[in-house]
């Protein structure tokens, strides 16, 4: 198993460009996450997923958007990118349609200019 | 709301020497309890973690944690460090629907 895959490794954007961070999981796993990372405020919850077609925001929502067609997929789009996006992003995904165990991508670090 | 405090951001250490990082959480419900590590460039693993039972939990790498209801506490303790837990750790409370995390303590261990 390849666990939880996350592309890009690296992006910077320009303010106002949109992208998409991509997350894929093969461990049939129903839920799935989004989390940023900043120095000195740990790890927030941005959005998360309890299965296919079923999203929710988490504590920072705002700015980003996500979309669950399939159990594997969890990609985390962002509209219009502001230099306060900066910062690694983490996708997670933990078996059942709760959250316990979790298991982490290997993060993409992304640089609004 | 859950949350989870940890508040020593930064220790130094030297190799040999015995390891305890405070972790304090608040919330209303049955409680679930993790530690995460995060070596340098590398995302987060879970080191050990708590649901029911014996409080004294044992990770990986020698790591321990003790759940101590009375004090909302869940401090990870390892008696000896090495270099290699030169690493970021985090504590989490499990909430509704998403786990919450604590701001992180940055380990540094030196030889």
């Known amino acids: 198993n390849a666990g939880v895959t996350q592309t890009p490794k690296f992006q910077v954007l320009k303010t106002g460009q949109s992208m998409t961070l991509q997350c894929a999981q093969d461990m049939n796993h129903e839920y799935m996450s989004w989390y940023r990372q900043d120095p000195g405020m740990g790890l927030r919850l941005i959005h998360y997923?309890?299965?296919?077609?079923?999203?929710d925001q988490g504590e920072v929502p705002n700015g980003y958007n996500v979309s669950r067609s399939t159990t594997e997929d969890f990609p985390l789009r962002l509209l219009s990118a502001a230099p306060s996006q900066t910062s690694v992003y983490f996708c997670?995904?933990?078996?059942?349609?709760?959250?316990?165990?979790?298991?982490f991508g290997p993060g993409t670090r992304l640089t609004v200019t | 709301a859950q949350s989870v405090s940890q508040h020593n951001h930064h220790v130094i250490l030297s190799e040999a020497a015995s390891l305890e990082l405070g972790c304090n959480y608040s919330?209303?419900?049955?409680?679930?309890l993790f530690w995460y590590v995060q070596y340098p460039g590398q995302h987060l693993q879970l080191l050990l973690k708590?649901?029911?039972?014996?409080?004294l939990v044992k990770g990986i790498k020698g790591f321990e944690a003790e759940f101590i209801k009375s004090k909302f506490s869940f401090n990870l303790r390892k008696p000896s460090v090495q270099w290699s837990d030169t690493a970021e750790y985090f504590c989490?409370?499990?909430?509704?629907?998403?786990?919450?995390f604590g701001t992180g303590t940055r380990l540094l261990v030196s030889p």
């Open positions: 997670a995904s933990s078996a059942g349609t709760s959250v316990y165990e979790q298991y």
């Open positions: 919330y209303g419900g049955t409680v679930n």
């Open positions: 708590y649901f029911s039972g014996d409080p």
């Open positions: 989490a409370v499990k909430g509704f629907q998403k786990l919450v």
């Open positions: 997923s309890v299965g296919a077609g079923i999203t």
